[in-house]
């Protein structure tokens, strides 16, 4: 590790000498790209993040948003939700159990810091080409982190979602995001309260795994990384984790937490600094308290490891002693390593020796704050030229429902304890999950993901149709967005190009969530996920949640109901020979090019209408179109007992590929009973096309133009097994 002449021409200048060892790696640590945000902070004012239900938006360990009691009532109650999501990248490619697994423990403990109790994972990810042996090979062992992790500590794994690309094949994306349940009188943050306050380290003893992780995590990676960078991926321990969980629960119940942090990039010198920086305080430490899992540890390596499972409380000193005997209850370390200030932040170190001495002393603030921010050239990108291929119908409907972007993912959640917590009403594998949140009496809806085919395309459309894209996902199961949270991942920002995109999907982002009145209350920006293979597609992965009434929604699949109807609710191309398919499923598979499609005139009403025609009580099934068009969302709407008998006349000018391929969001399939009233609910705000009616048969008929297009349940299932049935 060493830090920057040109930052540490900084640091010398404000501390008026050299820096020790150990404050140059502590300023190379939390002055790195993935802690100080020297390229991103910049552009991540566009977001909105205010609004009357948000209690506590970025900057802290989560995001606080408070629910509405039923789920539609404007008035908000003191029951909170956090919100928090992390990226744990480069650790997942050397080690793709570790590093997923930490992943999750990560992002779980920034919940706990909150004074919320966990209660929904979402995991969005994604690999290079399913094809390559090495991607299923990182496929596994990260789905299989995430999966041991979330399970042994008992927090349900209800949304997600899995791409494949070949940008990924030498830098794979794990995005976790968690929700946290909480109330107004429960509500911790993370900034210091009193000077005279101790600061007591809770949790699992302090190794040597995870050293330099933040700074590993600003860094290109290198061909040799799984190998050479194996050091700073750090090791979980999930029943350490269910533990810490539980104490920290029984510390929060007892008031007997003023502040608290998580230990994550940094380790205890990130936490510890930030917390007391964050009150304008400083903070004496010292380093010998510390307990230790391996021996003769020296300072630098205290301070800085990031062993897993460990809290970092500010405790009033009449509560130390109970707060031990809690952490004794439940087998955990505790440790009084300090107290708050009113001064610098300093650490001092007896290395046994009996002689104390100052291995840091510096201004908490400037250490959290006085990174300089990067200005950086951007290149505008650009949308390819139109290059479409002539394909055969049958052969194109069966290329893009069994794509491994498109097909089943039952293979990856299926090992996720989804249920567990007895909250999950709607699981994964649908538009959205739901959770019942029976404290504000309401449903909350779950939808987390990117589509980094559309962000390749045109970074700032292609992010707007992220985000309007989740806002549809969760309108599916009749709820309305509240909040979101982002990570927004890109590669190297020095390169002209990949700034260029990088800066298209923050903007994209910010203002499709302005448009649908979602105020962006938190994320995590991970920069540099370039490999020997090139920068990565860029990715914005929004984890979105709404609210409704009550814990039920609308099916996805169809059933054989003989009085409904199939309604398409959104542009069907039908018409227009313009209809892009930029961006889709259909020309990755057949090497095509095009612009990516436009979007709706008023996505926030198509939002808003849709979530309430999901709810009405003639609506039997409802399911959102996008990744593979009109295709792959007919074909998931069929099972065994119902099938679809669909007629799509199409003018003769128009392809039918682009009407059943083509992938623009803020569209949807409705199964209604009462036609005229999805008409009427959409009128002036989203085309409304009759599509056909259900059948009892388990067959999929399409009758478009002079071509039909027919199969059934079965073949469908076997079409879309692609992941299952090559990873069993």
Same mark, same amino acid.
């Given at each position: 590790m060493?830090?920057?002449?040109?930052?540490?021409?900084?640091?010398?200048?404000?501390?008026?000498?050299?820096?020790?060892?150990?404050?140059a790696?502590?300023f190379?640590?939390?002055?790195?790209?993935?802690?100080?945000?020297?390229?991103?902070?910049?552009?991540?004012?566009?977001?909105?993040?205010?609004?009357?239900?948000?209690?506590?938006?970025p900057?802290?360990?989560?995001?606080?948003?408070?629910?509405?009691?039923?789920?539609?009532?404007?008035?908000?109650?003191?029951?909170?939700?956090?919100?928090?999501?992390?990226?744990?990248?480069?650790?997942?490619?050397?080690?793709?159990?570790?590093?997923?697994?930490?992943g999750?423990?990560?992002?779980?403990?920034?919940?706990?810091?909150?004074?919320?109790?966990?209660?929904?994972?979402?995991?969005?990810?994604?690999?290079?080409?399913?094809?390559?042996?090495?991607?299923?090979?990182?496929?596994?062992?990260?789905?299989?982190?995430?999966?041991?992790?979330?399970?042994?500590?008992?927090?349900?794994?209800?949304?997600?979602?899995?791409?494949?690309?070949?940008?990924?094949?030498?830098?794979?994306?794990?995005?976790v995001?968690?929700?946290?349940?909480?109330?107004?009188?429960?509500?911790?943050?993370?900034?210091? @309260?009193?000077?005279?306050?101790? +600061?007591v380290?809770?949790?699992?003893g302090? &190794?040597?795994? =995870? *050293? #330099? $992780? /933040? %700074?590993?995590?600003?860094?290109?990676?290198?061909?040799d990384?799984?190998?050479?960078?194996?050091?700073?991926?750090?090791?979980?321990?999930?029943?350490?984790?269910k533990?810490?969980?539980?104490?920290?629960? @029984?510390?929060?119940?007892?008031? +007997?937490?003023?502040?608290?942090r998580?230990? &994550?990039?940094? =380790? *205890? #010198? $990130? /936490? %510890?600094?930030?917390?007391?920086?964050?009150?304008?305080?400083?903070?004496h430490?010292?380093?010998?308290?510390?307990?230790?899992?391996?021996?003769?540890?020296?300072?630098?390596?205290?301070?800085?490891?990031?062993?897993q499972?460990?809290?970092?409380?500010?405790?009033?000193?009449?509560?130390v002693?109970?707060?031990?005997?809690?952490?004794q209850?439940?087998?955990?370390?505790?440790?009084?390593?300090?107290?708050?200030?009113?001064?610098?932040?300093?650490c001092?170190f007896?290395?046994?020796?009996?002689?104390?001495?100052?291995?840091?002393?510096?201004?908490?603030?400037?250490?959290?704050?006085?990174?300089?921010?990067?200005?950086?050239?951007?290149e505008?990108?650009s949308?390819?030229?139109?290059?479409?291929?002539?394909?055969?119908?049958?052969?194109?409907?069966?290329?893009?429902?069994?794509?491994?972007?498109?097909?089943?993912?039952?293979?990856?959640?299926?090992?996720?304890?989804?249920e567990?917590?007895?909250?999950?009403?709607?699981?994964?594998?649908?538009?959205?999950?739901?959770?019942?949140v029976?404290?504000?009496?309401?449903?909350?809806?779950?939808?987390?993901?990117?589509?980094?085919?559309?962000?390749?395309?045109?970074?700032?459309?292609?992010?707007?149709?992220?985000?309007?894209e989740?806002?549809?996902?969760?309108?599916?199961?009749?709820?309305?967005p509240?909040?979101?949270?982002?990570?927004?991942?890109?590669?190297?920002?020095?390169?002209?190009d990949?700034?260029?995109?990088?800066?298209?999907?923050?903007?994209?982002?910010?203002?499709?969530?302005?448009?649908?009145?979602?105020?962006?209350?938190?994320?995590?920006?991970?920069?540099?996920?370039?490999?020997?293979?090139?920068?990565?597609?860029?990715?914005?992965?929004?984890?979105?949640?709404?609210?409704?009434?009550g814990?039920?929604?609308p099916a996805?699949?169809?059933?054989?109901d003989?009085?409904?109807?199939?309604?398409?609710?959104?542009?069907?191309?039908l018409?227009?020979?313009?209809?892009?398919?930029?961006?889709?499923?259909?020309?990755?598979?057949?090497?095509?090019?095009?612009?990516?499609?436009?979007?709706?005139?008023?996505?926030?009403?198509?939002?808003?209408?849709?979530?309430?025609?999901?709810?009405?009580?003639?609506?039997?099934?409802?399911?959102?179109?996008s990744?593979?068009?009109?295709?792959?969302?007919?074909?998931?709407?069929?099972?065994?007992?119902?099938?679809?008998?669909?007629?799509?006349?199409?003018?003769?000018?128009?392809?039918?590929?682009?009407?059943?391929?083509?992938?623009?969001?803020?569209?949807?399939?409705?199964?209604?009973?009462?036609?005229?009233?999805?008409?009427e609910?959409?009128?002036?705000?989203?085309?409304?096309?009759?599509l056909?009616?259900?059948?009892?048969?388990?067959?999929?008929?399409?009758d478009?133009g002079?071509?039909?297009?027919?199969?059934?349940?079965?073949?469908i299932r076997?079409?879309?097994s692609?992941?299952?049935?090559?990873?069993?």
């Open positions: 060493s830090l920057a002449d040109s930052d540490r021409e900084l640091v010398v200048e404000e501390l008026g000498r050299e820096p020790t060892p150990a404050e790696a502590l190379e640590n939390l002055w790195s790209e993935h802690c100080a945000y020297r390229s991103s902070r910049p552009l991540l004012s566009a977001f909105e993040s205010e609004g009357e239900q948000v209690v506590i938006g900057g802290d360990d989560a995001a606080v948003v408070a629910l509405p009691e039923d789920g539609t009532d404007e008035n908000h109650s003191s029951t909170y939700i956090t919100l928090g999501i992390e990226s744990h990248n480069h650790p997942s490619y050397v080690d793709p159990f570790d590093g997923a697994a930490t999750v423990g990560g992002i779980v403990r920034d919940t706990l810091s909150m004074g919320a109790y966990p209660i929904a994972l979402a995991d969005s990810l994604y690999f290079g080409d399913f094809d390559a042996e090495h991607s299923r090979y990182l496929l596994e062992g990260v789905v299989e982190g995430i999966s041991h992790y979330g399970n042994c500590i008992g927090v349900p794994t209800v949304a997600g979602s899995v791409d494949f690309h070949d940008g990924y094949e030498g830098n794979p994306l794990v995005n995001a968690c929700v946290g349940l909480t109330d107004d009188e429960r509500l911790v943050t993370a900034e210091a @309260q009193e000077p005279g306050n101790k +600061l380290l809770v949790g699992n302090t &190794g040597r795994d =995870g *050293l #330099g $992780g /933040a %700074s590993f995590a600003s860094e290109d990676l290198a061909e990384a799984e190998t050479e960078d194996r050091p700073a991926v750090q090791v979980g321990d999930p029943y350490a984790e533990l810490l969980i539980e104490a920290n629960e @029984q510390l929060i119940e007892e008031q +007997l937490v003023e502040s608290a998580d230990l &994550g990039a940094a =380790g *205890l #010198g $990130g /936490a %510890s600094s930030e917390l007391v920086a964050k009150g304008g305080l400083g903070a430490i010292e380093l010998e308290r510390v307990h230790q899992r391996e021996p003769n540890m020296n300072a630098l390596e205290i301070l800085l490891a990031e062993s499972e460990r809290m970092c409380y500010e405790v009033a000193p009449d509560n002693e109970r707060v031990r005997e809690i952490a209850r439940f087998d955990l370390g505790c440790s009084v390593i300090g107290e708050v200030t009113d001064g610098n932040y300093t001092t007896d290395n046994g020796s009996g002689d104390s001495e100052t291995v840091v002393d510096v201004d908490a603030h400037f250490l959290g704050e006085g990174a300089p921010m990067n200005d950086l050239p951007a505008e990108p949308q390819p030229d139109t290059d479409l291929p002539r394909t055969d119908l049958e052969a194109a409907f069966e290329a893009v429902v069994s794509s491994p972007n498109t097909a089943s993912k039952r293979w990856v959640y299926r090992q996720y304890d989804h567990v917590g007895v909250r999950t009403s709607v699981g994964p594998g649908d538009d959205a999950a739901i959770v019942a029976r404290e504000a009496e309401c449903g909350l809806a779950i939808s987390s993901g990117a589509a980094p085919n559309w962000t390749e395309t045109a970074p700032y459309v292609g992010a707007q149709a992220v985000a309007l989740n806002a549809t996902n969760v309108a599916a199961k009749g709820a309305t509240l909040a979101a949270v982002d990570c927004l991942n890109g590669g190297n920002p020095e390169k002209p990949v700034y260029g995109g990088f800066t298209g999907i923050v903007d994209g982002l910010a203002d499709m969530c302005e448009t649908l009145s979602t105020p962006v209350v938190g994320g995590n920006v991970s920069l540099y996920n370039d490999s020997a293979a090139g920068p990565i597609p860029p990715t914005p992965t929004l984890a979105l949640v709404g609210t409704k009434a814990y039920d929604a996805l699949s169809v059933d054989a003989g009085d409904s109807e199939l309604l398409l609710v959104g542009d069907h191309g018409e227009r020979e313009d209809a892009r398919l930029g961006g889709s499923e259909y020309l990755r598979q057949f090497d095509g090019s095009d612009r990516f499609p436009a979007l709706p005139d008023d996505p926030a009403s198509v939002v808003d209408t849709l979530a309430a025609v999901a709810d009405d009580e003639s609506t039997r099934a409802v399911h959102d179109v990744h593979g068009g009109l295709a792959v969302a007919l074909a998931e709407m069929v099972t065994d007992e119902a099938g679809l008998e669909v007629s799509i006349p199409v003018d003769g000018g128009v392809d039918p590929a682009h009407v059943l391929f083509h992938e623009q969001p803020g569209r949807a399939l409705i199964q209604t009973t009462d036609p005229d009233d999805v008409r609910a959409f009128d002036g705000v989203a085309p409304v096309v009759s056909g009616a259900p059948t009892d048969d388990g067959t999929l008929e399409i478009i002079e071509t039909t297009l027919e199969t059934d349940a079965d073949a076997t079409l879309r692609t992941i299952e049935s090559e990873l069993e």
